[in-house]
């Protein structure tokens, strides 16, 4: 695999700060994602390592993505106006090679419904993507996105981490739960936490970011907690202190209000 690539995406200390841009491809001009360009500004000059976005930002706001890692999605599933299920590959890696993307990702469901056919996309992809050392981020989600609760165990994350790993995704986007290190801990490689629609405080958040990376996860691929948050910049800046730099919440919520 093309360590250039990974580079551009996880920091020496190997962990990856992976702000994810793809919610246009649902829900259109979702908060935060109005006018891409402004935002996408701010998440650089924040601190983020990378963007997970759409072949469509990929394309128009070059120039503003520049200095972060891309990964691009491939896939995606049904809009916020229609009833189209998960799973369904949009773009293929040459796409991602011909925008020059640093890594490509894929959804997959297992427990789901669409679990057959979300695997076998996934493997499809790493295949032709290794063909040309390109990495591919699993997005492992038990059960699918609308999963519910007991789906989201760290038993179950755990085995849908591992199998993405079997399948030999480079890194894997999983859920968090209580008792993280059930999933870290049989996961043989990087994985990273998503975000998930924005509950509860700030602080909130930025503690769950902290007992992950405690408990041996590599970083976070967050969206609208960062995108949405009423200072995109300072946010990014609080999370990439917690990741690279191993600051505490109170520190980190210094960064954030902009208090010492």
Not at 19 to 37: L, R, T, Y
Not at 50 to 79: K, Q
Not at 126 to 148: N, Q, R, T, Y
């Amino acid at each position: 695999m093309s360590s250039r690539r990974l580079n551009h995406i996880f920091r020496p200390d190997g962990r990856a700060f992976i702000v994810a841009f793809d919610h246009g491809m649902i829900d259109g001009p979702a908060k935060g994602m109005e006018q891409p360009s402004e935002t996408l500004k701010k998440i650089a000059d924040g601190g983020a390592d990378a963007i997970l976005t759409s072949y469509g930002t990929a394309l128009r706001f070059a120039a503003e993505i520049e200095p972060l890692g891309l990964i691009l999605r491939l896939d995606g599933g049904g809009t916020s106006l229609g009833k189209m299920g998960p799973g369904s590959q949009f773009y293929t890696v040459e796409d991602a090679l011909r925008l020059g993307a640093d890594a490509v990702a894929v959804s997959a469901f297992p427990g789901a419904p669409e679990e057959e056919d979300s695997l076998r996309t996934l493997a499809k992809v790493i295949g032709e993507a290794h063909k040309w050392g390109l990495p591919v981020m699993g997005e492992m989600v038990p059960g699918g996105f609308d999963s519910p609760d007991h789906m989201r165990t760290a038993e179950s994350i755990a085995i849908a981490a591992r199998i993405g790993a079997e399948l030999g995704s480079d890194w894997v986007k999983i859920p968090h739960a209580e008792e993280f290190e059930k999933v870290t801990s049989t996961c043989y490689v990087p994985a990273v936490i998503l975000g998930g629609a924005k509950k509860g405080s700030e602080r909130t958040m930025l503690e769950k970011i902290r007992g992950a990376l405690d408990v041996g996860a590599m970083g976070v691929a967050i969206g609208r907690n960062i995108f949405q948050a009423d200072d995109p910049e300072a946010m990014t800046a609080a999370v990439a202190a917690l990741i690279h730099e191993n600051v505490t919440v109170d520190a980190a919520m210094k960064i954030l209000t902009g208090t010492k």
